[in-house]
């Protein structure tokens, strides 16, 4: 099976996830998402994962929740810390883009000083390996409160969501 076919196939569940998104399913969306980072924890595709549990705190925030998105993308940092600490002697590169991935997701979290602690190790070693560089700075689109409003709708997370959610979030490792 060729990497098209993998994209296009319609087991995908990331990829129907971004479709039912599209459509303003947020719901459906939420429970697709966390299915396949589920499954990708399971595999030990730990980027992937990252990357859904992110997506499926985005759609939370369509939402009137956002304590329950900001668990989601705490989720997500704490994956995307594994995978930095699994790529440290591995691959430079992966493990600055994933402490990146960790200190965005921490700020969208809420965890301030989690996200200070992640930017001082990334800035740290952004100076080693690129001391010439003029923006080492991980890049971050802060929530902004106005456009949260004016996005989510007037429900509240539907029950099904909720149990997927709390499922998801009850996991304990990642290997």
Not at 62 to 68: E, H, N
Not at 100 to 119: D, P
Not at 144 to 167: C, E, F, G, W, Y
Request: overall charge positive.
């Amino acid at each position: 099976m060729t990497l098209i076919d993998r994209l296009t196939n319609e087991s995908n569940n990331w990829l129907n996830a971004c479709g039912l998104e599209d459509i303003g399913n947020y719901a459906d969306a939420t429970m697709l998402y966390l299915k396949d980072a589920d499954e990708s924890i399971r595999i030990g595709s730990l980027v992937r994962a990252g990357l859904s549990c992110s997506c499926a705190a985005d759609c939370i925030t369509k939402f009137k929740s956002d304590t329950i998105s900001k668990k989601l993308y705490l989720k997500a940092a704490t994956i995307y810390m594994e995978v930095a600490r699994s790529s440290m002697h591995k691959s430079i590169r992966k493990w600055l883009w994933s402490l990146q991935k960790a200190y965005e997701n921490f700020v969208l979290a809420g965890e301030a000083s989690m996200a200070e602690s992640i930017l001082d190790e990334y800035l740290s070693l952004a100076k080693r390996v690129q001391p010439s560089s003029m923006e080492i700075k991980p890049r971050v689109l802060k929530p902004n409160a106005k456009n949260l409003s004016t996005t989510r709708t007037d429900m509240d997370v539907p029950k099904k969501v909720l149990d997927t959610v709390n499922s998801f979030l009850e996991q304990k490792d990642f290997h």
